[in-house]
């Protein structure tokens, strides 16, 4: 196994984001879709949706619980929001495959999850989507992540799986056809592959990288130390922030920062890896203002432009 790359801001600098040219329009910048929220959580997908802009998007839709729709459309007037029939449990119903999917042509990335319900309606949505965003830069975070472990689960359904798997019969070797990011801490990845929680702290980087592996898919492994795994080996990883950084809807806002980055044009692994840095980065900001403990997760985002003007190769 090599020995993962640290996250410093020597290596973004040498790793350079795409940067849209000077006439560009919003459609130049990068286009984002972000499907995500209930009636219960229409906070996160707000979140998430601001970070993608402060992180340099140019267009925004967002996908959300047709009950909550109108309040997202007015907290956030920059984007265009749709709202999906929804569950008895407030998950989507399976109707928003068919009509986001009509969006495909139109986007350059995709986050699904920050706030979402019914983890049952959530995979099947996740298994229809992927399909239709094929080539598309797509993340799944929260809720959204629960589809590997429900497809394991749903064997017995493999018409939700044949567009998904190299082979949809074998649940022991679950493969994503393309790459997708997933985004767990060490709880969520402890419930996705059964190992225990404390095992998969103590060694992250054995456990990101068999994640990888596994599913063929980009995992960023949050915690104290982050680690970030790709399929083919390559890993890096980030020590930074602090404790603030543990509170409800930090995760959201890291999530639309590495989407909004996505869309720009930057690959899995380098919005994963840019997006990481930055958001423990504006958790350092926050502290000097506020203190370790007690800034919001809705003030992290705000720290995000000037961060990427910091951290510009010079």
């Known amino acids: 196994m090599s020995q993962p790359v640290d996250i410093t801001a020597r290596t973004l ?17 990068g286009s984002i879709l972000i499907v995500g929220g209930s009636r219960e959580m229409p906070g996160a997908v707000m979140l998430a949706a601001t970070a993608a802009l402060r992180s340099g998007a140019g267009k925004l839709t967002m996908a959300t619980a047709a009950s909550v729709a109108p309040l997202v459309a007015t907290a956030i007037p920059e984007s265009r929001v749709i709202g999906l029939a929804e569950t008895a449990s407030g998950g989507f119903t399976l109707d928003a495959a068919r009509r986001l999917g009509d969006l495909a042509a139109k986007v350059d990335a995709v986050l699904i999850g920050p706030g979402m319900q019914d983890d049952a309606a959530t995979a099947e949505l996740v298994h229809a989507l992927l399909p239709r965003f094929a080539g598309k830069p797509i993340i799944l975070d ?19 799986l044949a567009h998904v798997l190299d082979e949809p019969k074998d649940m022991e070797h679950f493969r994503f056809r393309e790459p997708v990011l997933l985004t767990p801490h060490a709880g969520e990845l402890s419930h996705l592959t059964g190992r225990g929680k404390d095992e998969i702290a103590a060694a992250p980087i054995d456990a990101a990288l068999a994640a990888a592996r596994r599913w063929n898919a980009v995992v960023a492994l949050k915690g104290a130390t982050t680690v970030l795994a790709a399929p083919d080996g390559r890993l890096w990883q980030h020590q930074g922030g602090n404790v603030g950084l543990a509170i409800s809807g930090s995760g959201d806002a890291l999530a639309g920062i590495i989407a909004g980055l996505a869309a720009r044009g930057a690959t ?23 203190g370790v403990l007690g800034y919001l997760a809705r003030e992290i985002s705000a720290e995000v432009p000037a961060l990427l003007r910091t951290l510009a190769p010079a």
């Open 13 to 29: 600098r040498a790793w350079a984001l795409p940067e849209p040219s000077f006439d560009d329009d919003k459609e130049g910048r």
């Open 142 to 160: 929260a809720a959204a992540m629960g589809a590997v472990g429900a497809q394991q689960e749903n064997a017995d359904e493999p018409h939700l």
């Open 268 to 290: 899995l692994e380098q919005a994963a890896a840019w997006g990481i840095a930055l958001h423990a980065s504006a958790g350092e900001q926050l502290s000097i203002r506020y």
